[in-house]
């Protein structure tokens, strides 16, 4: 069982910054592909961005691609989202996602992931 705890969300005025984390348990935590997606109200959830198990590899949705930069610090079991130059339409329930198959390098897909966390709220105001 892998529990997954995000946090850093908040409000803040377009244009700002804001980092999220997302704590996890689970000893093999170095071996897990994990995922940020997120959901604004009425619409169905979206990618984000993934990180490998490695570190090494990064994807993103083209619609923060630029702006947003994930990473992850294996002696602390934590991913992290970094979030610069932020834009209203970002406003959402952002969750952080585990794909606790070893060695993969995360998906797009939500249904690849077998892990979530609740989930932190994200609001950018015009």
């Known amino acids: 069982q892998v529990q997954l705890v995000e946090s850093g969300g908040g409000l803040v005025q377009a244009g700002g910054s804001l980092r999220l984390s997302c704590a996890a348990s689970?000893?093999?935590?170095?071996?897990?592909?994990m995922g940020w997606f997120r959901q604004a109200p009425g619409k169905e959830r979206e990618f984000v961005a993934a990180i490998s198990w490695s570190r090494g590899s990064t994807s993103y949705a083209d619609s923060v691609k630029g702006r947003f930069t994930a990473s992850r610090e294996n002696a602390k079991n934590t991913v992290y989202l970094q979030m610069n130059s932020l834009k209203p339409e970002d406003t959402a329930v952002y969750y952080c996602?585990?794909?606790?198959?070893?060695?993969?390098?995360?998906?797009?897909?939500?249904?690849?992931?077998?892990?979530w966390g609740q989930g932190t709220q994200v609001t950018v105001s015009s």
């Open positions: 996602a585990a794909d606790t198959r070893a060695y993969r390098s995360g998906s797009v897909y939500g249904n690849r992931y077998d892990y």
């Open positions: 689970g000893r093999t935590f170095s071996t897990y592909a």
